[in-house]
């Protein structure tokens, strides 16, 4: 399987990181490498995270992913032998801002 992000996702996780430097240097940094690790872990096993409460009803199974020491949440689905992150969301704000990314094919 292979790891990709919505364009958005990215800058999503770009915004986090330079927000986290700007409060301790090196923290950025910290972030992105929690995302990293745990990206690497939903490639190995994507069904083994919840699917997201309350979209059952959606045309695609969207599940997330808690990043350890940071209150964020990767929300992803599987996409054929793909796993497409959709965002790097904060766990406390702006709930499902997102959802309308999934089943798009970002250009």
Same mark, same amino acid.
């Given at each position: 399987?292979?790891?990709?992000? &919505?364009? @958005?996702?990215?800058?999503?996780? /770009?915004?986090?990181?330079?927000?986290?430097? $700007?409060?301790?240097?090196?923290? +950025?940094?910290? =972030?992105?490498? @929690?995302?990293?690790?745990? +990206?690497?872990?939903?490639?190995?096993?994507? +069904?083994?995270?919840? %699917?997201?409460?309350?979209? *059952?009803? *959606?045309?695609?199974?969207?599940?997330?992913?808690?990043?350890?020491? =940071?209150?964020?949440?990767?929300? =992803? $689905?599987?996409? $054929? %032998?793909?796993? =497409?992150?959709?965002?790097?969301? &904060?766990?406390?704000?702006?709930?499902?801002?997102?959802? /309308?990314?999934? +089943? %798009?094919?970002?250009?």
């Amino acid at each position: 399987m292979r790891l990709g992000f &919505h364009p @958005e996702a990215v800058e999503e996780l /770009r915004a986090a990181a330079f927000w986290y430097d $700007e409060r301790r240097a090196g923290l +950025g940094d910290e =972030f992105v490498d @929690e995302v990293n690790t745990l +990206g690497l872990r939903i490639v190995t096993s994507p +069904g083994a995270y919840a %699917q997201w409460p309350g979209l *059952s009803g *959606s045309n695609s199974t969207i599940r997330r992913a808690l990043v350890d020491r =940071f209150p964020y949440v990767i929300a =992803f $689905e599987v996409r $054929e %032998q793909d796993v =497409f992150v959709l965002a790097v969301a &904060h766990a406390k704000r702006r709930p499902l801002y997102w959802v /309308r990314r999934a +089943g %798009q094919v970002p250009a």
